[in-house]
């Protein structure tokens, strides 16, 4: 029973582990782009699982005590709360970590460069607009890729008889 709670480690190394791998993860994740789980692709989202399997042996250095899982659990919920905090109160902090919205169209007009800059191709952005009711480009005023990677569409107004 004493080894379920005994760890391997020094409990401070477990902290600095989780934090390390943490940020890193964190940084590539925003490097990657800002789709929405749902706007994943299968080789996107078998990446993330397989990150998160990879990252596992870093974290925790060969040790399987519940007192270390706990340890990397609370310093990992701890750092998301803090950067939650710091992107609540600084923009510039906010911006770096959840990035900027893109806009993709503009008066019924695909902007390719934005599409090319966001790794979007227009086949994959006329069906997220289908996902929202919209089957023609003339119909959009203005699409915008908001940071969290949902895409948000303005559509255009009846013109006045």
């Not at 994943?40 to 989202?45: Q, Y």
């Amino acid at each position: 029973m004493e080894l379920l709670w005994k760890t391997a480690f020094p409990y401070w190394q477990f902290a600095a582990r989780a934090a390390i791998v943490y940020i890193f993860i964190l940084v590539l994740i925003r490097i990657g782009g800002k789709r929405e789980v749902g706007q994943m692709g299968a080789g996107e989202f078998v990446a993330i699982l397989l990150i998160s399997n990879a990252v596992q042996n870093s974290m925790n250095g060969g040790d399987n005590s519940v007192t270390g899982g706990l340890i990397m659990a609370t310093v990992i919920v701890l750092l998301s709360t803090l950067v939650a905090y710091l992107t609540y109160k600084s923009k510039t902090f906010e911006r770096v970590i959840q990035g900027t919205p893109t806009l993709l169209v503009h008066k019924g007009q695909v902007l390719q460069d934005h599409l090319r800059r966001e790794l979007l191709n227009e086949s994959e952005l006329r069906t997220i607009l289908r996902h929202q009711g919209i089957h023609e480009l003339n119909e959009v005023e203005e699409a915008v890729l908001e940071s969290d990677g949902y895409v948000s569409v303005t559509r255009k107004g009846k013109a006045a008889d």
